[in-house]
Every structure is written in C-alpha cells, then in structure tokens.
C-alpha cells in the first residue's frame, strides 16, 4: 500500500520559513506528479505547488517567490521551503502524489498543521 508521510509543520511568527517533507513508501511504479496542497481554516483544499516527473515545477500566485518545491529521487521524498510566511500560509497542509498521466492526485498524506502568528 502506497503511504504519504508529511513532517516538518509547527508555528512560526510571520517573516519566518519552515521546510516540509513527505516521504512516500510502498509499491511505487511510475510517479507522475508530486504536489502540495493546503487547506486554510473554514476554506476548502487548494493547490500551492506542483512538481511533475520531469523536474518541471508550478506555483500558486500567493506563493510565488516564496515557496519552492524540490525532491529527492532517491529517497521518494518531496520538500516544500516555505519563506517570509504570513498568517494567511495558515492551513493543514497535505502532501499529494499522481501516479496516471492525466496527473489526478491517486494518493494523499495525512496532513500537517502549518501555524503563522501575527
């Protein structure tokens, strides 16, 4: 069974950075698209960063410029540097993994609380 393992998540003040992992493990054949999503208090789920096989990476408007994506092929591991946070970064972020080529996202994360203080 594929498994998605985010760490990395807390509080930080505003203007500060965290990194967050997750780590997939399982019978993995063939990875499409690895991405990011978060989901604000009282909104729904949304986009912030995707990554495909190829190395090709995209970003939400609110983010960019200051979030980047990045892997490690060989440890099946997918990184978020969050920068110059704000309170509206707030959200439960969930890691997301496409294994077809129409990219749908076949396999989530648990989630991780990512807390920006004013």
């Known amino acids: 069974q594929v498994r998605l393992v985010e760490s990395g998540g807390g509080l930080v003040q505003a203007g500060g950075s965290l990194r967050l992992s997750c780590t997939a493990s399982?019978?993995?054949?063939?990875?499409?698209?690895m991405t990011w999503h978060r989901q604000p208090p009282g909104n729904q789920r949304e986009v912030v960063a995707t990554?495909?096989?190829?190395?090709?990476?995209d970003y939400a408007d609110s983010v960019e410029g200051r979030f980047t994506i990045s892997r490690d092929n060989a440890k099946h591991t997918v990184f978020l540097e969050m920068n110059n946070l704000n309170p509206d970064d707030t959200g439960i972020y969930y890691c997301?993994?496409?294994?077809?080529?129409?990219?749908?996202?076949?396999?989530w994360g648990q989630g991780i609380l990512v807390n920006v203080s004013a």
């Open positions: 399982g019978d993995i054949f063939r990875i499409n698209v």
């Open positions: 990554m495909t096989s190829g190395g090709l990476a």
């Open positions: 997301g993994m496409g294994v077809t080529p129409r990219a749908d996202i076949d396999y």
